[in-house]
């Protein structure tokens, strides 16, 4: 378990930060003007930054990407922005996935989560509305319209989570 | 109105200015110090048509305001109050520790009372701009003791935002009840504007933000200034109105409006380091050296001092908290604010050009020493008793000794 802790920096931004296994300290910066700076520790001074990596908005997201972060609540933001309340996400099905194999009928979607499933993705195909007896499978992309906390919690119903 | 003149005249200062400051970028010192330099030079070597001088005044008092502005912009009121909740102990040691100096030296060189307080604002005040810059220019944003160093900052500013009214109330003067009812309506009137500008700010914001960015600037610049202005009236000080509107702004709105006003900022903030050089008198510049020097040293240990035990709070080690001492000892603009005040009221004539060397020397020392803190971590680990030594050879992990050695 990473123990994060979260530093204000009055004038700057917020400040992210966690003792790695190998005895530095990895951090991230994140300015008010959305800059993000990566920065790690000095061997001789562990108080001190060693080096830093400046990355834009841009650049920050898709190198949480490569290291493997979620994209979902990005997403949510940034669609949320255009219309107050409603939020739209694309949500891939995993393997794990409780739904791969039934209907859309049998997920229960809307009266679960207030989410509606709008269109599935498979493949290079698009399915634009599915009508309640389409098949879902592992490794379709189901695209969830609803208020932001109703696609939370599809993207939770979808994950098996 | 003999515009050739005006405008030969006016060109020619801040072609002046942006040839001091891009030698200051060289050699990556602060402008500020150079800039009332140059004012001093210009007072000495030129002599200003009036109407030139008319709009220098008009601008420095716009600088005053603007620079107060957008030093509130940059605090949201929760940094404020949470800030005032986890550091107060270290912000009355840093006022106790650097604000008497400026106090005792001012008796000492006979100044009247209200010289002194505001000689003691001079020392007391590190500016936050200097030491934000010297915290990002050394890529010490990720630094341990960096939080603190900030906090401390937010915390003076603070205290200047109570301090300032208090003082614009006492240089009206008059009698003792005449002092008292105004300094009761300016601390009042800064209340219920403080107030209700941590109330308000998020309807201001929305009232005040509009897509086009010139509306933006036009609206905001005309709602400082209109601020300001009361403010004044009130007696309260134009400058803090002006932080109060800061304050209020939040979110986008703030964000944006700072990118519109720094320009604006950056111009007039150096006419209004000018109009203080202006101000001096070259002669009187010889004769306050030796007590500037002696307050600059001074009150570089006591901010030393402050940044050590502020540091070590935070169970920073030798090192971190001499960086942490070392950001803190750069004063200006806000020093030169407030000594600006005392000037334009004619207070004691030793105040301008003492605060002036005063600012230059602690504007110098402070960014070379927070460079040099492996250099002088192993001159003060001597002191320190050796239990603390054998702590500093442990490579990795954190110190475990929090709170004060």
Redesign the interface.
């Known amino acids: 378990m990473v123990l994060l802790e979260e530093?204000?920096?009055?004038?700057?931004g917020v400040?992210h930060?966690f003792?790695t296994k190998y005895?530095k300290?990895v951090?991230v910066?994140t300015h008010?003007?959305g800059r993000r700076?990566i920065?790690v520790?000095r061997?001789?001074?562990?108080?001190?930054?060693g080096q830093?990596i400046t990355l834009s908005e841009e650049e920050a997201e898709v190198v949480a990407d490569l290291l493997g972060g979620s994209t979902i609540t990005r997403r949510l933001d940034s669609m949320t922005q255009h219309v107050e309340g409603l939020a739209m996400d694309w949500l891939a099905m995993p393997p794990s996935s409780p739904f791969a194999g039934l209907t859309l009928g049998d997920t229960d979607m809307r009266s679960r989560t207030g989410a509606s499933i709008v269109a599935v993705m498979r493949g290079t195909q698009a399915f634009p509305a599915p009508d309640p007896q389409f098949l879902l499978q592992a490794g379709d992309t189901v695209v969830v319209v609803g208020t932001p906390e109703g696609v939370l919690a599809a993207s939770r119903l979808l994950g098996g989570a | 109105m003999d515009l050739g003149r005006i405008f030969l005249e006016l060109g020619a200062v801040i072609l002046a200015l942006a040839f001091v400051g891009r030698a200051a970028g060289r050699i990556g010192i602060t402008p500020i110090p150079l800039y009332l330099i140059a004012g001093l030079a210009l007072g000495t070597l030129f002599h200003l048509g009036s109407e030139a001088e008319e709009f220098v005044h008009v601008g420095a008092e716009i600088g005053a305001v603007l620079l107060l502005f957008a030093l509130g912009l940059?605090?949201t009121s929760d940094?404020l109050r949470?800030?005032l909740k986890t550091n107060a102990p270290i912000g009355v040691m840093d006022l106790a520790l650097n604000f008497t100096p400026g106090v005792l030296a001012g008796f000492m060189l006979g100044f009247p009372p209200l010289a002194a307080i505001l000689l003691g604002g001079v020392t007391y005040l590190t500016s936050?701009g200097i030491a934000?810059k010297v915290l990002s220019d050394l890529?010490?944003?990720?630094?341990?003791?960096?939080?603190i160093v900030?906090?401390v900052?937010?915390l003076e500013d603070i205290a200047m935002a109570v301090y300032l009214p208090v003082i614009a109330a006492l240089l009206v003067g008059g009698t003792l009840l005449a002092i008292g009812v105004s300094l009761g309506v300016a601390l009042l009137a800064f209340g219920a504007a403080f107030a209700s500008a941590l109330r308000f700010g998020p309807a201001l914001s929305r009232v005040i933000d509009v897509t086009s960015s010139e509306a933006l600037l036009l609206s905001v610049f005309g709602l400082v200034l209109v601020v300001a202005g009361l403010a004044d009236v009130l007696n309260v000080s134009a400058a803090i109105g002006a932080f109060l509107v800061g304050i209020a702004l939040s979110g986008e709105v703030a964000?944006r409006a700072r990118l519109l006003i720094e320009p604006l900022r950056d111009l007039f903030a150096a006419i209004f380091f000018v109009f203080f050089g202006l101000q001096l008198d070259l002669t009187t510049v010889p004769g306050v050296l030796l007590p500037a020097i002696l307050l600059a040293l001074l009150t570089t240990a006591t901010k030393m001092i402050v940044g050590w035990f502020g540091a070590a709070r935070l169970g920073?080690?030798t090192?971190?908290r001499l960086?942490a001492g070392a950001t803190l000892v750069p004063r200006g603009e806000f020093s030169i604010l407030i000594a600006g005040l005392g000037v334009t009221a004619g207070l004691a004539p030793q105040l301008g050009p003492l605060a002036a060397v005063y600012v230059l020397l602690t504007a110098l020392i402070g960014p070379i020493l927070a460079r040099f803190d492996?250099q002088l971590a192993p001159l003060v680990q001597r002191f320190e008793r050796p239990k603390a030594a054998v702590k500093e050879n442990v490579?990795?992990?954190?110190s475990e000794n929090k709170g004060a050695d």
Do not use: F, M, Q
């Open positions: 530093t204000k920096l009055p004038g700057v400040r930060d003792e005895g300290r951090g910066i008010r003007d700076e920065y520790t061997a001789d001074d562990p108080d001190a930054c830093s | 940059e605090y940094e949470s800030n936050s934000s890529g010490r944003l990720g630094n341990r003791e960096t939080p900030l906090a900052c937010v964000h920073v080690r090192r971190g960086r492996e490579g990795r992990g954190r």
